[in-house]
């Protein structure tokens, strides 16, 4: 087996920058992903992650620098192409569509997924959501509404949506935002489980308890540049961070 810090990386970030008018929000990013890492990405508010991930995924374009995913240039692809590619992301806000159930929520995501000329039928789909929903603790609403759903099921429920398209990567914004310390606990275990599945994760996160218990690595923006980079607990340790977070 291939040492993961020997392999070629799954995402390659080269000198990003992303400008807004006269606001630079990137700022020469650069960064590399390995196969099968859980990434965490940290910041202050305005740091640049969101930005950041939506340049993965395509929502915006960069100004400078290269994204590399598996080998492939895709820098100014679509972002349904890039979902295709194998990236997926959750939101922060999970944002259902209201009128359908879970499991209509789910089979949208499924279809957008689909290989175009691959024939599946209706009850190889209907297995396939069943088996997701499974996985992540949903098998017993998937005919509730949508709109039934608590926060933390909802954001599990996004997180099925995500997992929909298949993902190589899947970038985790925010899952954990506003849940009880119980229901934390639920969405942390849950993404560690979809780690050891072969899909690489980026997690954003603010709540400092999982990112530690989470990432292999840790990345740390301010004012859209890399200020630290290592394991949590280097990260942690490190003077700037802490000034970033807490002030001088």
């Known amino acids: 087996m291939i040492p993961p810090e020997t392999q070629a990386p799954l995402l390659r970030i080269s000198a990003l920058t992303k400008r807004f008018g006269g606001f630079t929000a990137l700022d020469n990013v650069s960064v590399d992903i390995r196969p099968g890492e859980r990434f965490g990405l940290i910041g202050p508010n305005g740091s640049g992650k969101t930005t950041l991930i939506n340049c993965i995924s395509g929502a915006f374009r960069t100004e400078a620098g290269t994204v590399m995913f598996r080998d492939e240039d895709i820098t100014r692809l679509q972002p349904h192409m890039r979902t295709r590619r194998g990236i997926a992301r959750s939101f922060q806000i999970p ?51 949508a709109t039934k759903l608590s926060q933390v099921e909802l954001r599990k ?5 995500a ?7 899947l970038i985790s914004d925010e899952a954990m935002a506003g849940l009880s310390s119980s229901e934390v606990d639920e969405v942390l275990d849950l993404l560690m489980s979809l780690a050891g599945q072969d899909i690489t994760i980026i997690m954003i996160e603010h709540i400092m308890q999982a990112v530690m218990r989470f990432s292999d690595r840790v990345m740390c923006l301010d004012a859209g540049r890399i200020i630290a980079i290592g394991t949590p607990t280097e990260v942690m340790a490190n003077q700037r961070v802490q000034e970033a977070y807490l002030g001088t």
């Open 157 to 161: 429920m996004e997180l099925a949506r």
């Open 95 to 145: 944002r259902p569509f209201k009128s359908m159930t879970v499991a209509e929520n789910l089979m949208v995501a499924l279809d957008f997924a689909a290989v175009t000329g691959e024939i599946v039928s209706a009850a190889q789909r209907r297995d396939t959501m069943m088996s997701i929903l499974t996985r992540m603790g949903l098998a017993s609403k998937a005919n509730v509404s």
């Open 163 to 169: 997992m929909a398209t298949h993902p190589k990567l």
